[in-house]
């Protein structure tokens, strides 16, 4: 899965959550134990759909930071010519 799809799964999960806790069938207003059941295997599920995401992140951090081109010093001898030319 690619980021998108991941992150519209995770919304998907959340949205099915909330219709459980709007809707309890449980005793006293609580979820009831099928309900209940659901609910912490959809809450798995975003933990791991999370976990993904932050693996995905983390690279596209990497990747944004990787090395570039340098801007000053020994990189590029006109770029240097001409910054000691400027006044």
Excluded: Y
């Excluded at 899965?1 to 006293?28: C, H, W, Y």
């Excluded at 134990?33 to 990497?62: M, N, P, T, Y």
């Excluded at 930071?65 to 001898?77: F, I």
């Amino acid at each position: 899965m690619n980021k998108r799809q991941l992150l519209e799964r995770r919304t998907a999960i959340v949205a099915e959550m909330r219709s459980l806790t709007d809707a309890p069938a449980g005793d006293g207003g609580d979820l009831s134990s099928e309900q209940a059941i659901k609910f912490d295997h959809l809450k798995a599920e975003v933990r791991g759909l999370d976990s993904q995401l932050e693996r995905i992140e983390a690279v596209e951090s990497l990747e944004r930071r990787a090395a570039g081109v340098q801007v000053a010093g020994d990189g590029d001898a006109s770029f240097d010519r001409e910054v000691r030319s400027f006044s």
